[in-house]
């Protein structure tokens, strides 16, 4: 039994298993009280769904939110068809939930180009617990290299409503918001989120960003990040997403983000020597530093093998899990 409007104010539907906000607009932002229908929903054991008409579009932030709430993305194609809006897996309404229907096949995924979408990069950085921390640093690097500019702006939702300040940002994970804590920031172009969260040896910063478009980026640029990050990211990963375009990911299905380039910053480098570290197999490799304070740039687009594959060799290469 569907229950109108009871679960929270955003939800157009509650039942005991999922609370269902109905967006019709062409893009859906990260906005407040979607960021809060989602604790709600982890809060009662339900999961959000978000459904939408095929035309809509999902920011960048908008998507890590469903994605790190659990959360679902319906489409609805007409009045009785749905399917899952990431990977086009055909749904039906159950009485409680959308759920997958098994008497329709799932379309195979749109064919994808390296050439083709919007970039996204994700940035892993250790800091440890007894150095001051500057959170932001990382987003201000990828973004000067991305647009030649500093980050805009930053917030808890969209739009962003403050103006970029990482000085404000770390105050704000450290003092407002201690423990787990995700902003988001945007650019010229560029939006994206920061995570912040508790570590055992300090705190872990986690930087996604998408945008822009592939072809505004020379293969230098990302080799000046990936210097610029060496001496402090753990991990760095530069991609090309072809379902993103203009900081939206359109509801057509299509794979995951074509990897470009993968920094494997000094801690994993050390732990098996920089002669290792240089027979990474990859179609180019740049080190970075000296010693036990070398990283490696593995950039990842020649050859005849998938860019997918040759991510998994160099992960297997520094024995790093293959769930980047």
């Known amino acids: 039994m569907v229950e ?12 005991s298993d999922a609370l269902v906000v109905e967006q019709s607009r062409g893009v859906v932002p990260a906005s407040s009280w979607l960021i809060d229908a989602a604790r709600s929903a982890s809060r009662s054991a339900r999961v959000l769904q978000l459904l939408t008409p095929e035309h809509s579009g999902l920011t960048y932030p908008m998507e890590l939110l469903l994605r790190d709430a659990g959360a679902e993305w319906i489409v ?5 068809r749905f399917r899952r809006g990431f990977d086009g897996v055909p749904s ?8 997958r229907d ?21 940035i892993t950085t250790v800091h440890p617990a007894a150095k001051p921390v500057r959170f932001g640093a990382d987003a201000e690097a990828a973004l000067w290299a991305l647009t030649g500019r500093e980050p805009t702006g930053w917030g808890n939702a969209e739009p962003v409503t403050r103006p970029w300040s990482a000085d404000e940002l770390t105050w704000h994970c450290r003092n407002r918001a201690p423990g787990r ?28 960003l998408s945008g822009p478009a592939v072809g505004t980026l020379r293969p230098e640029q990302a080799d000046a990040l990936a210097e610029r990050l060496a001496a402090s990211a753990r991990m760095m990963l530069v991609a090309v997403h072809p379902g993103r375009r203009g900081g939206v ?15 494997v910053g000094q801690e994993m480098v050390a732990a098996r020597g920089t002669v290792h570290a240089g027979q990474a197999p990859a179609a180019r490799v740049v ?19 998938p860019p997918y594959e040759q991510l998994s060799d160099v992960l297997r290469h520094f024995a790093l899990p293959d769930t980047l």
Do not use: M
């Open 76 to 80: 609805q194609e007409d009045d009785e």
């Open 102 to 122: 098994p008497d329709r096949p799932s379309p195979p995924p749109a064919e994808s180009a390296i050439t083709s979408g919007d970039l996204e990069v994700r």
């Open 249 to 263: 990911r359109s509801s057509e299905p299509s794979r995951p983000a074509l990897p470009y380039g993968l920094l």
């Open 181 to 208: 804590t995700r902003v988001i920031v945007a650019g010229h172009g560029v939006v994206g989120q920061v995570h912040v969260s508790p570590a055992d040896a300090g705190t872990i910063e986690e930087t996604k």
């Open 92 to 99: 039906r309404w159950n009485g409680t939930r959308f759920v």
């Open 4 to 15: 109108q409007v009871t679960g929270h104010p955003a939800a157009d539907w509650a039942t």
């Open 287 to 305: 080190g970075f530093g000296s010693g036990d304070r070398s990283a490696v740039w593995c950039v990842l687009n020649g050859g005849r093998r």
